[in-house]
């Protein structure tokens, strides 16, 4: 089988011959045959998207081999060829390559497995996989089983990846990992720069078991678009008795790095101090809503739609940051791949921008700090409204593999009717978006009062931090005080460790609250991650339902409850010993 795919990786009809695909940077050619086995059960496809597509997700060359010794290996093998493709390049954009690509072949695997009826090798659907994935200045390779990615460059051949398989004897081997073998799949993952004038082969065992390396150089060197077509021919002709599959990519010229938004807007100036009558690239601006020392906000008309929008600009105390430049990009880059009511929308800009700013949704109402003090300690009720909108915005962020990072009462909006949104996505992170747009690894903590601890302890944040974050506005809608003692100013917030956190109980403040609420408070807002929920479904049932974990919170020992006051006063307790029998 052999899959030729356009622009949506559509794939046509299975065929016998060799395919080519061609652009700027890449070229490719392909060949499936069965050779002198009665049918085919390999599967190759080649995948060249255009635009967006290709800078998020690549282009793609791939071959799978049907286990021999099982009844359904040839379909095993086009599913899995056909399945990866429909699925990897609809995976979300701010997901990063390596966990799309191993969700897709997670799932695939499960479906395989399930299909083959527990991985009995006689009738199971096995079949190895491997994929070159060509996008932007990099290759990442994705394998299992034992057909194999080549690479040349000069007259040097190389195998990139590890035959997943055992020597049973002479001439034997035994395959020991593919889809379908297990309900569970490790997949290698190897990440190259690619080098103009590279050339990558993906192969099955019927190609690359029969050719010698001098072989595979001479055709790759000398057999220009034909080169695929001419390895299978010449593997046939040196006796080979399986499937033959191979993909030849040729690498005319590497492309920029991933995204190419952030080298393009980090050339646009900043724009000048906004005042009512200025026009901003057909905007109108009406007024400055906002004003802070890193960045702006106006309220601005559309003069093509007529719609009032909101204009973000950034602060020309940053003009010379680059980190901070980086940041200001990444928040437009990544609220365009948003689409939740309960998240403030990014428009694209104007092809015509001269300058760097966000278009924004403008939201007519008040933010969540001036609305709490409109209505100290709502009912409990109310609350646990206004955090069901908060979860629903948060959980949109964790499926998109996004980190909030800088959730406060000041980054939420409430509107006219009552609906929160979720604005300032300055702070927002995730593998996905550092891959992309090829940003620093460092994440920059927000408000002291709000941030998880785990970002002033150098510890990668999580989706749990956002949790702590929310566990705290929950806390103050609640009570109007803050969990922990109030950390203000503007020096360098210190943190020595998790434990330093002392929880206020929220009763304190309010004896209406109840002790079960009080626990899933102090739990969302635990410092230490690995004591937080670890889903945001568990805090919401926990402010409904009477959890009686917390109900009985009184009654366990000190030693649970707080193990470094315990051990304090153990230590004090010595000491006055050690005192009394000086004396």
């Excluded at 980190?323 to 015509?352: M, N, S």
Aim: aromatic share 8%; hydrophobic share 35%; proline share 6%.
């Amino acid at each position: 089988m052999n899959l030729e795919t356009q622009k949506e990786c559509a794939p046509l009809p299975p065929g016998e011959g060799p395919g080519e695909r061609a652009n700027e940077s890449l070229k490719f050619s392909s060949a499936s045959i069965a050779g002198r086995r009665q049918h085919n059960d390999d599967a190759c496809a080649v995948c060249q998207p255009e635009g967006a597509e290709l800078r998020s997700r690549g282009a793609l060359a791939a071959v799978a081999d049907g286990v021999a010794s099982a009844e359904a290996g040839g379909e095993a093998a086009r599913a899995a060829v056909s399945g990866f493709l429909s699925d990897y390049y609809s995976t979300p954009e701010t997901w990063p390559l390596k966990k799309a690509a191993a969700r897709v072949l997670q799932s695939l695997n499960g479906w395989l497995y399930r299909k083959s009826g527990g991985g009995e090798i006689k009738q199971g659907w096995l079949t190895t996989f491997s994929t070159a994935i060509f996008k932007g200045a990099s290759v990442h390779l994705i394998h299992i089983g034992d057909s194999r990615i080549y690479r040349l460059r000069g007259d040097r051949l190389e195998c990139l990846t590890r035959d997943h398989s055992r020597a049973l004897g002479p001439g034997r081997t035994f395959l020991a990992r593919a889809l379908g073998m297990d309900a569970h799949v490790d997949v290698d993952y190897r990440r190259e720069e690619l080098q103009p004038g590279d050339t990558y082969l993906v192969s099955s065992d019927g190609v690359h078991d029969f050719l010698p390396a001098e072989t595979v150089v001479g055709i790759l060197h000398n057999s220009g678009d034909n080169a695929a077509r001419a390895l299978v021919d010449a593997a046939l002709d040196a006796g080979s008795g399986d499937n033959l599959s191979a993909v030849v990519c040729r690498v005319n010229r590497v492309e920029a790095s991933d995204d190419d938004l952030l080298n393009h807007n980090r050339q646009l100036p900043f724009p000048p101090d906004l005042r009512p009558g200025n026009k901003l690239d057909g905007y109108l601006i009406l007024q400055e809503l906002h004003t802070s020392s890193r960045s702006q906000l106006y309220l601005a008309r559309d003069l093509d739609t007529g719609e009032l929008r909101a204009i973000k600009t950034p602060s020309v105390n940053f003009s010379d940051d680059p980190l901070y430049i980086e940041r200001f990009i990444a928040e437009e880059w990544t609220g365009r791949r948003l689409d939740h009511p309960g998240i403030i929308r990014v428009y694209p800009p104007r092809p015509e921008r001269q300058f760097l700013y966000h278009v924004l949704e403008y939201i007519d109402g008040q933010n969540l700090r001036q609305w709490m003090q409109l209505n100290p300690q709502p009912a409990v009720e109310q609350v646990r409204e206004l955090i069901a909108q908060l979860v629903s915005a948060l959980r949109r962020l964790q499926r998109m593999e996004i980190v909030h990072g800088d959730l406060k009462p000041e980054n939420i909006m409430v509107t006219a009717d009552g609906r929160l949104k979720l604005i300032d996505l300055g702070g927002a992170d995730g593998a996905g978006i550092r891959e992309h747009l090829n940003l620093a690894d460092d994440t920059p903590p927000g408000s002291k009062n709000y941030a998880a601890p785990e970002y002033f302890l150098g510890d990668r944040p999580s989706h749990r931090s956002d949790i702590f974050s929310l566990g705290v506005i929950a806390y103050e809608l609640l009570t109007g005080r803050y969990p922990y003692p109030e950390r203000a100013g503007f020096r360098h917030y210190q943190l020595k460790h998790y434990a330093s956190l002392r929880y206020t109980r929220a009763r304190q403040h309010r004896e209406d609250i109840p002790e079960w609420i009080d626990g899933a408070l102090r739990k969302a807002c635990a410092p230490d991650p690995g004591h937080r929920y670890p889903a945001l479904s568990e805090f919401v049932h926990d402010l409904h339902t009477p959890n009686p974990e917390f109900s009985h919170e009184r009654e366990r020992p000190l030693m649970e409850r707080n193990p470094l006051l315990f051990w304090q006063l153990v230590a004090l307790l010595l000491l006055l010993s050690h005192l009394l029998h000086l004396l």
